[in-house]
């Protein structure tokens, strides 16, 4: 079954009664508001679990449920989530904090926890037979997910406030982007030494000192600078194809869907001219659907979902 959609007016008692009823026979809800605004609406968890009592009841909101109130029940957005998470300050471009989009704690931090905490709990009542509560912030699960460059700090001896001049932040030459011939980019990651020796070598370079010598990271990344501006983007990566680099095009939306490990994997569908990601990742028995589907409308399925109640 493709997915339908109900339109609810929850400020009529009618539509919430309505609700409740679609409760009773659910797996999983999810909502989006500020933190009381269920509770308020006499929907909160304590109502619609005791009602079913193996529903998993997941919370999705910027700041989480509880702590301080001001924060709590403040307006925010991504870049405001991953700003009070404390990851935002590592993601500097000229010392200046750069959002990545909204990737890290909207889809990240917040989507993306989000459903796993689902799972976590639809696998739990395989045992217990109860659903739970899921207290899904933005700005706890992009601290999680940036628990790896924290210990980085504590292990590694980066410098926070140092941002954009460690290693994997740009802050080593053969770790970073650079603009070809053509204005297109390439990428470079070529971080272990065996990895290195073959970049350099196709690239065609000798740098004067050693990778890991942060006094010649300067000059080193002029002359990989300059060397990449002598060809275009696809004639890099002609040359580097097939050697274990680490060195890949950066592609545009467009090129991705096109690029031939993509098209044979599937990894983008329909023939729009901004391609579509396919699902994943891939299950073995149970594929998601690579067929791009029309989105109801809102409200498309109200009366006849209603009418079955």
Avoid at 151 to 159: I, L, P, R
Avoid at 183 to 188: M, P, T
Avoid at 231 to 259: H, M, Q, S, Y
Wanted: with cysteine; aromatic share 10%.
């Amino acid at each position: 079954i493709w997915k339908r959609s109900v339109a609810l007016d929850l400020k009529k008692k009618e539509d919430v009664e309505a609700l409740k009823k679609l409760v009773m026979g659910a797996d999983v809800i999810i909502e989006p508001f500020r933190p009381g605004v269920m509770e308020r609406l006499g929907l909160g968890p304590d109502v619609l679990c005791a009602l079913n009592p193996r529903l998993v009841y997941a919370r999705m909101t910027g700041f989480g449920q509880g702590g301080d109130k001001t924060t709590e029940l403040a307006a925010g957005h991504d870049i405001n989530y991953i700003a009070q998470a404390g990851i935002l300050s590592a993601l500097k471009s000229k010392g200046q904090p750069i959002p990545p989009i909204n990737i890290l704690g909207d889809f990240a931090g917040g989507g993306m926890m989000c459903a796993f905490g689902i799972v976590l709990a639809l696998y739990e009542r395989e045992k217990s037979g109860r659903g739970q509560v899921i207290d899904a912030a933005m700005v706890d699960g992009a601290a999680y997910l940036s628990a790896f460059i924290l210990k980085m700090y504590e292990v590694n001896g980066w410098k926070i406030g140092n941002a954009g001049n460690h290693l994997l932040d740009g802050g080593a030459p053969f770790y970073g982007t650079y603009q070809c011939k053509c204005g297109g980019w390439f990428s470079v990651g070529a971080l272990e030494p065996q990895f290195y020796k073959l970049f350099i070598k196709t690239l065609g370079v000798k740098p004067a000192t050693g990778q890991f010598s942060p006094s010649g990271y300067p000059a080193m990344r002029k002359l990989f600078a300059d060397t990449f501006m002598t060809k275009t983007r696809d004639e890099w990566a002609e040359l580097f194809k097939g050697v274990d680099a680490c060195a890949f095009p950066i592609l545009t939306p467009e090129e991705a869907k096109k690029n031939p490990h993509n098209a044979a994997r599937n990894t983008f569908m329909g023939d729009n001219a901004i391609p579509e990601p396919c699902p994943a990742p891939k299950l073995s028995r149970t594929p998601g659907i690579n067929t791009v589907r029309p989105m109801p409308k809102p409200g498309q399925h109200t009366a006849e979902i209603l009418a079955k109640l």
